[in-house]
């Protein structure tokens, strides 16, 4: 998929990885753009092509009481404002058919989450609404299995399609990314690397999310080191205040830091 179909991407260069980043869940119009305001500060600098990323909802929790989100239409607004104040892409995810028609009013890309995207009839929907989509690897499923995701998309006509890795189970508590399935996956589809998400410790006793947002840094650097062609990342001014993901989140003061040096990398990669 080229990049430039994407609407509203900028700064294609050779040297530089695509970054989809943003909150885990829109909490608020507010946090929303000060968020993208920041982001789009630091990847204009850079010259880093960015895709604005929030949950309209969190369909996914562990507990009956934990946050799922400020409305639907309310949040999915609030993307759309993102999108058009800011002049970049928005990226949300959905989970049933229906939010597949209802988001593609207000985003660019429509993502997949892991744990459904052996749904059949949910990535086909998403597919037919002629947006980009982002499949994100099931936690549960091998590199190559993603192949067949992807045909699904384009069997339905739809050849913007792009592959998210978000690292898969290890053991009960505990996510793992193996790095041979990103030149893998490259051969059906761009490649994203989830940098937080892989870093997530599931099922903890408490019903909330753990996580090791220490070692971002570190599942970043391995990843553009393997070409992965872009990087997924949440982040948040406080994680730990933010309503869903913050114990794997990276702060937004340590962002561009990181970027910088992750350039650096990507540009020996390229250069070897």
Do not use: W
């Not at 993208?36 to 562990?62: C, D, H, Q, Y």
């Amino acid at each position: 998929m080229n990049l430039e179909l994407i609407p509203r991407i900028k700064h294609i260069s050779r040297n530089n990885f695509f970054l989809l980043a943003g909150p885990c869940a829109i909490e608020g119009e507010k946090m929303a753009m000060q968020i993208a305001e920041r982001i789009v500060e630091i990847t204009n600098k850079l010259e880093i092509p960015f895709i604005f990323k929030g949950s309209f909802k969190k369909a996914n929790r562990s507990r009956i009481d934990s946050f799922t989100g400020i409305g639907d239409i309310k949040a999915l607004q609030i993307l759309k404002k993102v999108g058009n104040y800011f002049d970049v892409p928005t990226v949300t995810d959905i989970h049933e058919i229906d939010d597949a028609i209802k988001a593609a009013d207000y985003v660019d890309v429509l993502q997949i989450p892991a744990f459904l995207v052996r749904q059949t009839d949910l990535v086909v929907a998403a597919a037919k609404t002629g947006k980009v989509v982002n499949l994100k690897k099931g936690q549960f499923m091998s590199p190559e299995a993603m192949k067949h995701a992807v045909k699904k998309v384009k069997d339905s006509g739809n050849e913007m399609v792009m592959i998210t890795d978000r690292g898969t189970m290890f053991g009960y508590q505990d996510m793992v990314v193996d790095f041979r399935g990103i030149p893998m996956m490259q051969q059906y589809a761009p490649t994203i690397l989830d940098i937080t998400h892989s870093l997530q410790q599931p099922n903890q006793a408490s019903g909330v999310t753990g996580g090791k947002p220490e070692l971002i840094e570190t599942i970043a650097k391995a990843g553009i080191a393997v070409g992965v062609d872009g990087l997924f990342l949440e982040t948040h001014h406080e994680p730990g205040l933010a309503k869903s993901d913050g114990a794997n989140m990276l702060k937004l003061d340590y962002l561009e830091d990181l970027l910088t040096k992750l350039i650096k990398i990507r540009k020996v990669i390229k250069d070897f």
